[in-house]
């Protein structure tokens, strides 16, 4: 019983570490991509529209998001006035 408790601490203690690891490397790889993004003078033509507008245009699971609320805002309004 106490050998399969120690298995189980150790290896909640390796899934620990490997965890922090990952978070650290993708922290890093997430700070380094942000600053490659900022250096990138395309993207400054877009400071207008703000951090949200630019979330948008740069991730396409967003922009879906945002084409399908509108969708269904639309729908709705044109729902209401019938």
Same mark, same amino acid.
């Given at each position: 019983m106490t050998s /399969?408790?120690? $298995?189980? /601490?150790q290896r909640a203690r390796v899934l620990d570490a490997e965890?922090? /690891?990952q978070r650290a490397w993708l922290e890093l790889s997430l700070r380094d991509l942000s600053g490659t993004v900022r250096n $990138? +003078? %395309?993207?400054? +033509?877009f400071?207008?529209?703000?951090?949200?507008g630019l979330s948008l245009? +740069?991730?396409? %699971? /967003?922009?879906l998001m945002a084409v399908s609320l509108a969708v269904k805002f639309f729908r709705r309004h044109s729902k209401e006035k019938s």
């Open positions: /399969l408790r120690n $298995v189980t /601490l965890m922090q /690891l $990138v +003078k %395309s993207w400054a +033509k400071a207008p529209i703000g951090m949200w245009l +740069k991730h396409r %699971s /967003l922009w």
